[in-house]
């Protein structure tokens, strides 16, 4: 089933439920500072913090075939960039910027090795996941005095606390309020949604796609797939340092695990849950497995709970061996299925009614009418269709 | 342009892997415009040669020479970039994506998207899979999912051609589309066909190249080809012909 939801790709809001998820977060976006709930617009910050290193995940993975097993790794360099990079200056704004830029800079090292060396998908995967853990082990080393960059302490296993929070550009001292730090979240959340749609729309994201599905064919063609593997790789590490920085501003501290196996674990089930090939997939993969974690931790919490590890694995397994496509791919699987059924059965209904004399069946061909006209609109073009682009 | 018309030289082309030699000391020159078959028994070194070519291996010694410039040292990428198109023995296609998808990718590698769209129109009318455009080439039946790749390597507009059994899982109607076809292309791009199927051959009458071992065995035109001793002997012997 490669390749399945990939067919065609370009910028299609109709085909794609584009508008849907879009129109879903700024809903969201307005109303829920509405409701006056700190606490919730907290909590909402912390997901959507997360869901971009899932749509992070989803680009490189679903899009670009890079397994990639240390995606947190470019999640700690982003948060600790800011981190160290806020505590120098003191003002946020290039400090944000710097936590997508150092994060896209060590991918383009690492991944320049990698896929100019012509590795395969195996190696890239242990190789990335090695990564992750020397920076884990190597940032748990630096507690002492002596490992600061500029006025910055690294702080070793202890992580770096009372970060500063985002201030308004050029103005150290305006801070953003919770609601402006909501709203920043969520915008943030929706642009990277939406650009991510428009890039795999494009020449860019086509030829990307084609790599994944066939990466001799492409290079035949007279693609440099080197160069678009690179790229793959350098936008998601960017949006996971997005997303680290992100997180940093919800909860004021980054620690080593943030390059943690468990994290590095995590965005890969998120991906895998969600349904591989898709955007929309992941995030609900995201925020399912991150609410189930938090359920798990709050039992956890008053002693009657169960290890949540324990729980994630057995859910990867159900997931691999009954729904290996993911919840998202399966959900339109089905729908497509019902609607050839209804297709049949009222094809069916409507040469029965045919065969009724005359003034009878006006019924059952009503109803043969709607079974067959609903699905034209639901259903759409067939996979593939609409690439005239 | 190299002055003397060659399109295509290698000199002492060899492909070795572990104890096998592949391709070995292969000298091997054909002329702009030629249209040449490559022929020989399994293992001959056919598809091996090609993929020396297109540098899908790295020969482990010898040159190749493209319109009189070496390109040895080019990656695959670069070698299509220079004009040789090629259909593999296995179709390699992009069976998850649609067939328009396919063509376009092909043809908007080197034009603008409004171009590449037109050119893709025309490819897919000119290789009759006009009914199938939506579909997903993996879906398609063998024979299509060939078509589908000509129609790729067409529109990368190459100088040079090369055809690893284009006709192999084709029905007879087929093939005679197929045959016409090359022929159409041939009139101003230069091609290379492996072939097992002796009346395809025939049909497009060219020049023959015959493999053995890794080797040139022998240079001529079909008729001749058909009578030498020394070709039966390796490799028509053993098949009804």
Redesign the interface.
């Known amino acids: 089933m490669t390749g399945l939801l990939a067919s065609g790709w370009k910028f299609d809001p109709n085909r794609h439920g584009t508008w849907a998820v879009a129109g879903t977060m700024i809903v969201l976006l307005f109303v829920l500072p509405v409701l006056e709930d700190p606490l919730l617009l907290l909590q909402v910050r912390y997901y959507v913090s997360m869901i971009i290193l899932a749509l992070s995940m989803a680009f490189i993975w679903g899009f670009g075939g890079i397994m990639c097993f240390g995606q947190s790794m470019f999640f700690g360099l982003g948060g600790y960039a800011y981190a160290i990079a806020v505590g120098n200056i003191g003002e946020s704004t290039a400090p944000f910027f710097l936590s997508m830029i150092i994060p896209a800079i060590f991918a383009a090292i690492l991944g320049y090795f990698m896929f100019f060396g012509r590795l395969n998908d195996v190696y890239v995967a242990v190789i990335t996941l090695a990564v992750t853990l020397a920076l884990y082990y190597f940032i748990n080393s630096t507690s002492g005095d002596e490992y600061k960059i500029g006025k910055a302490r690294l702080m070793g296993f202890n992580g770096i606390s009372s970060i500063r929070k985002f201030n308004w550009p050029g103005d150290p001292k305006s801070f953003l309020t919770a609601n402006e730090l909501f709203y920043f979240s969520m915008g943030l959340l929706l642009a990277t949604y939406l650009g991510l749609k428009v890039l795999l729309g494009s020449k860019f994201g086509r030829v990307v796609v084609a790599v994944k599905e066939n990466e001799l064919r492409a290079e035949l063609l007279g693609y440099d797939v080197r160069a678009y593997k690179l790229a793959v790789f350098v936008i998601g590490a960017a949006i996971a340092g997005l997303a680290g920085c992100l997180s940093i501003n919800y909860k004021n501290f980054i620690s080593p695990n943030a390059f943690h196996l468990a994290l590095a674990a995590q965005i890969i089930m998120w991906v895998l849950v969600g349904g591989v090939g898709t955007l929309f997939g992941p995030i609900v993969g995201c925020v399912v497995l991150l609410y189930v974690s938090f359920i798990l931790g709050t039992g956890a919490a008053s002693g009657g709970g169960m290890n949540t590890y324990f729980i994630f694995g057995l859910i990867v397994m159900i997931f691999v061996l009954v729904i290996p496509q993911g919840i998202v791919p399966t959900i339109r699987d089905w729908r497509e299925q019902i609607g050839r059924y209804r297709r049949m059965i009222g094809g069916g209904l409507l040469s029965l009614s045919d065969q009724l004399p005359a003034g009878h069946g006006e019924g059952m061909r009503n109803l043969a009418e709607r079974l067959i006209g609903v699905m034209k609109s639901e259903s759409g073009p067939a996979p593939g269709a609409g690439t005239k682009g | 342009m190299a002055a003397d018309g060659v399109i295509l030289e290698t000199r002492g082309l060899t492909m070795r892997f572990g104890g096998v030699v592949a391709v070995n000391n292969v000298d091997f020159s054909m002329k702009e415009g030629e249209l040449r078959c490559l022929i020989g028994p399994n293992g001959a070194g056919k598809s091996t040669f090609f993929k020396c070519l297109?540098r899908?291996y790295k020969p482990t010694s010898g040159q190749v020479l493209f319109r009189g410039t070496d390109i040895t040292g080019d990656i695959?990428?670069q070698i299509?970039?220079r004009g040789i198109?090629?259909k593999?023995q296995v179709p390699?296609?992009?069976?998850?994506?649609?067939?328009?998808?396919n063509i376009?990718?092909?043809a908007?590698?080197?034009h603008k998207?409004r171009e590449a769209?037109k050119i893709t129109d025309a490819i897919i009318e000119r290789i009759g899979l006009g009914h199938t455009t939506?579909?997903?080439v993996g879906r398609l039946a063998h024979g299509e999912r060939q078509w589908v790749e000509l129609g790729?390597v067409l529109t990368?507009e190459p100088k040079l051609i090369l055809l690893d059994e284009p006709t192999a899982g084709m029905t007879g109607d087929e093939v005679g589309r197929t045959t016409a076809l090359i022929r159409e292309i041939n009139r101003n791009v230069a091609l290379i066909v492996v072939e097992h199927d002796m009346q395809f051959i025939k049909a497009i009458a060219a020049q023959v190249t015959v493999f053995h071992q890794g080797q040139i065995l022998v240079e001529d035109s079909m008729t001749n080809i058909l009578n030498n001793q020394r070709v039966r002997d390796v490799y028509l012997g053993k098949h009804a012909v």
Do not use: M, P, Y
């Open positions: 297109t899908q695959t990428f299509a970039r198109g090629i593999t390699s296609v992009f069976d998850g994506l649609s067939v328009h998808e376009w990718l092909s908007r590698r080197h998207a769209n939506k579909k997903l790729i990368g």
